[in-house]
Every structure is written in structure tokens, then in C-alpha cells.
């Protein structure tokens, strides 16, 4: 071979998408409404963390080290997409969730929750840009958790768009636990935000001197699960507890959740935390939790027709226990749950509503992949 088709040929096998088509692999689970059908789309991830479907189906990927991605229909992976923010990919950190602005068919708008690198360590940040083919522009960082602080631990990052088109951001207590219940400071927050970043107005927290601007809620641990109620429009999270007492929430504006003050977790070591209260006034009780801990992330309500069984029903992914938990709803109580896809072994870091009606979920490791969950006629 020549050097000229040498080069050409180079430069066009640089060009091709990282993965080729998959040969779909699939697994039958048993359960209370009959099999559950896991196939995997794609595969190839390190890490992946976050998943938003794109209008025409196919869905951006984040990878944990700080590479954002497209996955085509025929789960081939695209490079990854320039302009992304520099993320501190440390512990816990990276690049983590995306999201998708109400109006992205006439905006093009995408968000990224991220560990911004800077003086003191690293903080949650929230950036914005154009999606133009693989390329995000104008990219910009509109919010950001203060003060930076080094450690690797408790990001949040879920992001959630309500039906009235502002922007919910979650972030952890970072491993500084007192920081939760401090205002002035951005760790173990919900926040409540307009598209363009700027607080979202009538927050009552924005009264007291010092607070954080943004601040709907506080004393949260680490929200790693956050999605809009399909009936009331709420938002409703969860976030991991310690060694026990991960719990969902929904979240009322200026209440105070109780982190580290009171907790059904303890230390992991196995010591109680502070006196080692449940309760406290003035403190919010969970909607549900867990314990021993599941090491709760990702969150979707199902909502299709396709699997009428599943309809009105919440599904939570497990990272400790490495499962998929079906949630049965009366109102805001949790009435039953369910445990899906017990012996995959997979950690499930993200859990999402797909076009086609069926579950998708994202697995937490070095050759990460995106999975269809299905529910077979019986």
C-alpha cells in the first residue's frame, strides 16, 4: 500500500463511530407480572451516568470521565462530542447527568451537571450549549455550587425539567455533612432555577440572610434520583443514605429534609450518627425508605401503554445491590415494591422512560452499557 491511501485509509478509520452494530444480547428475568426482557443496546461506556432521549430517538450518553456521546439506533456510538466542559474526574466526579430543554426542537438547548474544577477543589456545576451535529456550542456555565471544596464524594447532580420549563439541581453534601444544613452554603441542596441559571423567584429560603441563591430545600445527603410526577407535576427525589436510610422525598419548598440531624442510616463503621435521632421537629419525614441501603440512582415514573401492568408505577435503580426496584404508588405512599433483574450483577446508575414505551437503564462500569428492559406477555 502506498503512503497516500495509507493516509487516506487511516483518516477514514479514525472517522468511524467508536463501536460497531451490536449483535443484541438479551436475558429473561422472572417477576410478579410475568418475564422481564433485558437486551443490550449499546455497550463500550466508561461509566456511563446520564441518558436523555434526542426528538428522533437516538440518546445522548454521558461517560463519567468527561465524554458525551450519541447512541444511534443501531446502538453504534458516536465520538465523543466537542465542547464539553472540563470536569474533574476524581472519586465520584466527572462529567454526570444531561438533560434536554423543553423547547430543544426550536433551541437545540442541552445541560450537563458536571465537577467543575477551581480554587478549593471542585463543586456541581451546571453548563448549557447548542447541540449542532457533534458539536456544543456557545457553551456556557450558568450555576454553580459554592464553595469549591476537595473532596471526591457526593456530587447530586440529578436535573429536572417541571412543567412550567425551570430547572431543578441537585448536589450532595460532598461528604461534609454539616454543610447540608448550613444555607450559606451550596452542598446538600435542591435548587430551583430558570433556564438561564438565575434562581427561580417566591423561594422563602431566599429570604434569610446569606442563603445560597437558588435554594428550594436542604438537609439532602446525596439526591442521586430526581423526576416529575406525571399527575401532579411534582418533583419527587431520592438521595442515599449511609449505611441504611436511603429515601424518596417530594420536596416542599423551604423544609428542611434533616441531614445529618436525623437519619434511619448509621456511620458506616457501624457508630450512630450525631445522637442518632429518626425524628426531630421541625424536620422532614421520608416518603419511603430504605434500609439496609440500596444505593439508590436514577428514577422514572412509567407512564406508555405497552405494559399496562407497569402503568402509574416508579423504578428506582440499585447500585449496592445491583437491581432494578419497582415501585407500586398509592398517592404519595409507596404501597408494595418489587425487585427486578435480581442476579444481573449489574449496577444501575440511571433509569429512563424510552419513546418506544420501554424502560432504558445505564449500568455503572468500565464497559458501561445502555439496556432495554421489557415486560413479555405472559
Known sequence: ????????????????????????????????????????????????????????????VTERPGRLRIVNADGTLS?????????????????????????FAENGLVYLSFSEPGSGGAGTSVARGRLDGETLRDVQVIFRQSPK???????????????SGQLWVSTGDRGMQDSAQDLTRGQGKLFKLN???????????????????????????????MALHPQTGLVWTHEHGPRGGDEINVPRAGRNYGWPVITYGINYNGTTIGDGLKEKDGMEQPLHQWTPSIGASGFAFYTADRFPAWKGNAFVGSLALTHLQRLVLDGERVADTEVLLDDWNERIRDVRQGPDGALYVLTDARNGQVAKVELLAR
Open 195 to 225: 433556564d438561564d441559571g438565575t434562581p427561580a423567584t417566591a423561594l422563602p429560603l431566599a429570604a434569610r440572610a446569606g442563603t445560597h441563591p437558588g435554594v428550594f430545600s436542604y438537609g439532602h445527603r446525596n439526591i442521586q434520583g
Open 79 to 103: 465520538r465523543p462530542i466537542a465542547g464539553v466542559p472540563r470536569v474533574q474526574a476524581r472519586g465520584q466526579g466527572g462529567l454526570l447527568d444531561v438533560v434536554l430543554h423543553p423547547k
Open 149 to 163: 471544596v476537595d473532596t471526591g464524594f457526593h456530587y447530586g447532580s440529578r436535573l429536572v425539567f417541571d412543567r
Open 1 to 60: 500500500m502506498t503512503r497516500r491511501p495509507l493516509a487516506a485509509f487511516l483518516a477514514l478509520a479514525l472517522a468511524l463511530p467508536a463501536a460497531s452494530t451490536l449483535a443484541a444480547e438479551s436475558r429473561d428475568f422472572a417477576s410478579e407480572n410475568g418475564p422481564v426482557r433485558v437486551t443490550t443496546v449499546a455497550e463500550g461506556l466508561e461509566h456511563p451516568w446520564g441518558l436523555a432521549f434526542l426528538p428522533d430517538g437516538r440518546m445522548l
